[in-house]
Nanobody, 116 residues
Framework: QVQLVESGGGLVQAGGSLRLSCAAS????????MGWYRQAPGKQRELVAA???????NYVDHVKGRFTISRDNAKNTVVLQMNRLKPEDTAVYYC??????????WGQGTQVTVSS
């Protein structure tokens, strides 16, 4: 089993920054994908950014240039640096880890609220 523990999040004014961190523990394969998803009220959960253990990165279009994802493979951590936040970034953000063929793990979620 794998556990994902998130930290960060909170309330920030538009234009501000927040940093989300996620630490994974348990049976973690060397090859995996870690990422962040978010879910706003009344909307489906969507991928925000993901990074493979090899360093390949994918961002959803509307966060490109504002968010940066990074990871430390030795510590099994992933960080999402969010700059120039907008009210539409308000959501619950979930850490995600994918490994093996179809195995996916989720964190408990952390609230990000951006006020206008």
């Amino acid at each position: 089993q794998v556990q994902l523990v998130e930290s960060g999040g909170g309330l920030v004014q538009a234009g501000g920054s927040l940093r989300l961190s996620c630490a994974a523990s348990g049976m973690i394969f060397s090859a995996n994908v870690m990422g962040w998803y978010r879910q706003a009220p009344g909307k489906q959960r969507e991928l925000v950014a993901a990074i493979t253990s090899g360093g390949s990165i994918n961002y959803v279009d509307h966060v490109k240039g504002r968010f940066t994802i990074s990871r430390d493979n030795a510590k099994n951590t992933v960080v999402l640096q969010m700059n120039r936040l907008k009210p539409e970034d308000t959501a619950v953000y979930y850490c995600n880890l994918k490994q093996g063929v179809v195995t996916t793990y989720w964190g408990q979620g952390t609230q990000v609220t951006v006020s206008s």
